[in-house]
């Protein structure tokens, strides 16, 4: 999904700024501490400059409508109401917003405030896919790679997911990469897939950083490399990703070319047990075991 631009001031100002970053903000899905920082600045509205945005939006200012319809997503100034969102999207994509066609898009795909209808989602994804929305492009190639409201596709899908990517869409990116790694809708290839792992893994998406991590383990156009992999596994754990931490355990427990530190491992599996990742759990007692025979007798 998209990312929110940065707000200059609230008051007369926001509505402004609001102006330019109206498409940013309509396909946002609220994650980031950017974006709940610009949520925060419609929050900070004053009780009368929010009925002021409400009266705008009553008589079509598409930029108070956006307003409008972020706040009853979130539940700000107002009570929380995902059919009230699902209204003012819907004014501004029939007005066609882009951006606000693929959050509606998004509203009928899981069924927020409207019936849920995949056949719904496709056309208002393709309706902003075809205006040059990237979001909407990755949703669309989603919905063709499970055949969701379209005939299934992986063709398809990665020719939506490739037109996303090359716009910097971080989802597209990974999902293209699987894609290419797999074979899926293209003709394999891991140096592809290699690319477009890194392309989402520099915009800080842990999981592409341990795809890439284990495509490097296996080897890209060469020899494996676990020194390589070992560097996109840790980047995958610093963000989050729990199976980060059991890859780079793996190698120093398994691997074919990293020296074997069961110390490390033991660390290593705590940490990604902490995280969430319980089917490692068995390794602590293996490290335990491999660290007692290791250790010097006891002298007495």
Known sequence: MGRFGVWIGVSARC???????????????????????????????SVQEFQEVENKAARGDATSQAILAIAYEQGVHVVQDDAEAAKWYRRLAERSSAAARNRLGVFY????????????????FQKAATMGEPAAQANLGTLYLNGWGVLKSADEAAKWYE?????????????????????????KDKARAAYWYREAAKQGDGVAALNLGLLCEEGIGGAPDEREALRW???????????????QARLYMFGKQTPHDYARAYELVEKAVNAGDEVVRPWLQKCREQMAQSSPPATK
């Open 163 to 187: 037109v996303s990517a090359r716009q910097g869409n971080q989802m597209a990116q990974n999902n293209l990469a699987y894609m290419y790694s797999s074979g899926l809708g293209v003709v």
């Open 109 to 124: 795909q899981v069924g927020r405030g409207v019936p849920q209808s995949y056949t719904e989602a496709a056309e208002w």
């Open 233 to 247: 596994f840790v980047t995958a754990a610093e963000k989050g990703v729990a199976r980060g931490y059991s890859n």
């Open 15 to 45: 509505l402004l700024a609001l102006a330019v970053f109206i498409s940013c903000l309509l396909c946002a899905k609220f994650a980031t501490a950017g974006e709940n920082s610009s949520l925060n600045q419609i929050a900070a509205m």
